[in-house]
C-alpha cells in the first residue's frame, strides 16, 4: 500500500551541502530529519566495503593529487563503458582512508566545496554505526537504504559482494530485522543473493530510464530485458515475489514528450502498487540543472528553478521513497 507521505531519503547524505558521502553529509542529512539514508558501496583491493557512488573514485576525493598514487591511474572497462582514473579495487582500505572527500560538482555547488579536503572517506561500517547512533532518543529510527554497485564487475576480480554485504550487516547488528534496512541494486542478481541469505529487509530493484541490467547482459545478452520493459505491467509481474519494490528515475514518472514538456505522472507507480510493489524515485534535486526545462528559472544551472512544481508531480503520483540533495528542502516539501 503506497504510503501516506512518501519516505525522505538523503541521497548519499545531504550532498546540496556538503561533499557526498562525508560524514558531514551523513550528519547533517540526519539532523534535517531524513528518514533514512543511501550509502552506495564498492569495494576496495582487500575485501573492504567502502562508500562511493562510483568505483572511479577521482571526481570525488583528493586521490588525483596524490604524488604516491600517480602510478595507479588506469583504463578500465567497468559493465562495458571504458573509464580512466583511479579506482578503489586498486587501493587497500588503509590507503583508501587516507584519502579525502571532495564536491563532484564544485561550480554548481560552491557552498559545498568550501568543505572539500576536510573529511575522510567511510566504510559501509562507518555509515551503519553512524545511522545506529542517531536513533537512540529519536522519535523514529533511522534507516539505511543501502546500494550495491557494480557487482558482476567485482564478481570478475574475485569478490561475492553479497558474501561482503551479509557479513558486514551481520557484524554490524544490521541484519536481524531490527534498524528499518532498505538493500537496493541495478542489478537484480546480487538482490536476489541476498535475499537468499535471509537477510531481513526491504528489497528494490533499481530502473534507469535507458538500458539493460549489466549482469542479465552478461547472462542473456541481446535477451535480456531493458529496464524499460521491467517497468511495463508485463516486466513488473515477473518481479513480484522476487523484490518488494522499485525505484525509478524520475523521468519514468515524469514522462516529458519530445519538448521536455510533462506528461505525467505516468501509470508506472499505479501499475506497481497494483501488484503490491512500492515506488521510490531518484533523484528530486532543485537546480535548474536538473529540473526538466518547464519548472527551470533564472540565474543559471546552480539556482533553485520551480523545484516545488516538479516534485508535486511526483507527490502526486503517490510514490513511497524519494531521495533527495537537499535533505531539508526534501522534509519540508513531502512531508509538509
Known amino acids: 500500500m503506497p504510503r501516506r507521505s512518501p519516505l525522505v531519503i538523503g541521497h548519499r547524505g545531504a550532498p546540496g551541502y556538503r561533499p557526498e558521502h562525508s560524514r558531514a553529509s551523513y550528519e547533517l542529512a540526519l539532523a534535517m530529519g531524513v528518514d533514512a539514508v543511501e550509502p552506495d558501496v564498492v569495494v576496495s583491493r582487500?575485501?573492504?566495503l567502502v562508500v562511493r557512488h562510483e568505483n572511479e573514485i577521482s571526481g570525488t576525493t583528493d586521490v588525483a593529487t596524490r604524488a604516491e598514487f600517480a602510478g595507479r591511474r588506469t583504463t578500465k572497462s567497468v559493465d562495458g563503458t571504458s573509464l580512466s582514473g583511479w579506482f578503489a579495487e586498486d587501493f587497500t582500505w588503509e590507503e583508501l582512508s587516507t584519502l579525502r572527500c571532495r564536491e563532484r560538482l564544485p561550480a554548481l555547488r560552491p557552498g559545498s566545496a568550501d568543505f572539500d579536503d576536510t573529511q575522510p572517506i567511510l566504510r559501509l561500517r562507518d555509515v551503519l554505526d553512524l545511522v545506529r547512533d542517531a536513533s537512540p532518543g529519536a522519535a523514529r529510527a533511522r534507516g539505511v537504504v543501502l546500494e550495491i554497485k557494480h557487482a558482476t564487475y567485482f564478481a570478475s576480480l574475485g569478490w561475492n559482494v553479497a558474501d561482503l554485504v551479509a557479513a558486514e550487516l551481520g557484524a554490524a547488528g544490521w541484519a536481524d530485522g531490527t534498524p528499518p534496512l532498505t538493500?537496493?541494486?541495478?542489478?537484480p542478481t546480487v538482490l536476489a543473493e541476498l535475499k537468499g541469505r535471509g537477510i531481513p529487509g526491504t528489497y528494490v530493484y533499481l530502473l534507469e530510464a535507458t538500458?539493460?541490467?549489466?549482469?542479465?547482459v552478461m547472462r542473456l545478452g541481446a535477451d535480456a530485458p531493458t529496464y524499460a520493459a521491467t517497468a511495463e505491467p508485463?516486466?513488473?509481474?515477473l518481479l513480484v515475489g522476487a523484490v518488494d519494490g522499485?525505484?525509478?528515475?524520475?523521468?519514468?514518472?515524469l514522462a516529458p514528450d519530445r519538448r521536455g514538456r510533462v506528461t505525467g505522472p505516468s501509470p508506472v507507480v499505479a501499475d506497481a502498487h497494483e501488484r503490491g510493489l512500492s515506488v521510490f524515485?531518484?533523484?528530486?534535486r532543485p537546480e535548474n540543472r536538473f529540473l526538466l526545462g518547464p519548472f527551470?528559472?533564472?540565474g543559471g544551472p546552480g539556482a533553485f528553478g520551480d523545484y516545488e512544481g516538479e516534485w508535486a508531480v511526483i507527490r502526486d503520483?503517490?510514490?513511497?521513497?524519494?531521495?533527495?540533495?537537499h535533505a531539508d528542502l526534501g522534509v519540508d516539501f513531502f512531508r509538509g
Open 317 to 325: 503520483a503517490g510514490v513511497d521513497g524519494v531521495f533527495v540533495d
Open 296 to 298: 527551470r528559472t533564472r
Open 234 to 237: 508485463r516486466g513488473l509481474d
Open 183 to 187: 538493500i537496493e541494486s541495478f542489478e
Open 246 to 253: 522499485i525505484s525509478v528515475d524520475k523521468r519514468m514518472i
Open 211 to 216: 538500458g539493460r541490467p549489466f549482469d542479465l
Open 46 to 48: 582487500d575485501g573492504v
Open 281 to 284: 524515485t531518484w533523484t528530486c
